[in-house]
């Protein structure tokens, strides 16, 4: 992560990296990375994560962040090599690999999370039921192996606790997005 660093000053906009597109979550992490980092990398977007894995594995690119599910198989094939993972802590699946905040961005933390959301408008008692459900399902033990298998950390919670949690990620990402200047394409 270091040297990484260290070469993106030198050189700013001389390292490309991937994303699966202009707008999407590796790019926004990556413009998060940029901004805290104080350096500049070269964007290349491309129409989905498949591509990129691909060229990143080639060599064709230099970095990209990649979730979790997908990195680790590769790392462990040797043909990804993990910087840090973007997490606040280490990745049980990786506990070698630093944070990137330990490696060098000190306070740098970014999740791809995915929720159950329903129309605006929708009845409370409904809202109501599917968090019971959706909470029930998440406590099934297969699903909580298969989940962290890939490296995911389930959180549960009320509607009104994931409603608070959107409008501070709203908060938090707004600027990045702005700053960056991404568009979804």
């Known amino acids: 992560m270091k040297e990484l660093i260290a070469a993106a000053k030198k050189e700013p906009g001389k390292i490309d990296f991937a994303s699966s597109g202009n707008g999407s979550a590796q790019h926004l992490v990556s413009e998060l990375f ?32 990649v979730g979790t599910p997908i990195a680790i198989p590769h790392m462990k094939s040797g043909r990804l090599k993990a910087l840090g993972v973007s997490t606040a802590k280490r ?28 129309p605006a408008g929708t009845p409370k008692e409904i809202i109501n039921r599917m968090n019971a459900e959706g909470q029930k399902a998440a406590k099934a ?9 890939l490296g995911y950390e389930i959180v549960g919670g009320t509607p009104e606790q994931m409603a608070a949690m959107i409008q501070d990620e709203v908060k938090r990402w707004g600027p990045i997005v702005k700053a960056s200047g991404a568009k979804v394409d």
Not at 37 to 65: C, E, R
Not at 91 to 117: D, F, N, Q, R
């Open 34 to 65: 940029m901004y805290m980092a104080g350096i500049k990398l070269n964007h290349v977007p491309y129409k989905g994560s498949g591509p990129a894995q691909q060229d990143l594995m080639s060599g064709i690119i230099k970095v990209s962040f």
């Open 141 to 149: 033990p297969d699903f909580i192996k298969r989940m962290t298998d």
């Open 91 to 118: 990745s049980p699946e990786m506990p070698e690999v630093p944070t990137v905040a330990e490696a060098g961005v000190p306070g740098y933390e970014a999740i791809v999370w995915i929720g159950m959301l329903a």
